[in-house]
């Protein structure tokens, strides 16, 4: 997940683990569904919060 959004796996961990991007937790892996994920992180980078950038607001293509 992290390699298609071009973000460090550690700090999408710590957001997921913070409750800032969304996903499920089983066995202590982190699942995400990147439509969900993307859509969470350009929503915090349209409203300036800190840790986004505003680059993120471009569409990612799989």
Not at 43 to 51: F, I, K, S, Y
């Amino acid at each position: 997940m992290a390699r298609l959004l071009s973000i460090p796996a550690k700090w999408l961990r710590e957001e997921a683990q913070a409750g800032r991007v969304p996903h499920l937790q089983a066995g202590g892996r982190f699942l995400f569904d990147p439509v969900a994920v993307e859509a969470a992180l350009l929503n915090r980078a349209r409203q300036g919060v800190p840790g986004v950038s505003r680059e993120a607001t471009e569409e990612v293509q799989p």
